[in-house]
């Protein structure tokens, strides 16, 4: 990871909700409200944030807000994010 990977996975650890904007898999932008506070996250759903195959180095595992469900994207396709 390097300082922008850092200081987005910081964002989405302290705030409720995080737009990001990135390419998915298939070339297309995406936009996604998303966070990895846990307050925000129903207890049932924590589980999911600790997959060791889907966080580290390369992909970061976030909360989708709207779809109620854990997703994932590649830190390096992230366009850009803001805390709403």
Not at 22 to 31: E, L
Request: glycine share 4%; proline share 4%; with cysteine.
């Amino acid at each position: 990871m390097n300082n922008i990977d850092d200081k987005l996975l910081d964002d989405l650890n302290n705030n409720s909700t995080v737009c990001v904007d990135f390419v998915t898999k298939t070339g297309k932008t995406r936009r996604m409200l998303c966070t990895r506070l846990l307050s925000t996250v129903p207890p049932e759903q924590y589980e999911g944030m600790y997959d060791p195959r889907i966080n580290g180095q390369v992909i970061a595992t976030v909360y989708d807000l709207e779809i109620k469900e854990w997703r994932a994207f590649r830190w390096d396709s992230v366009i850009t994010w803001k805390i709403l």
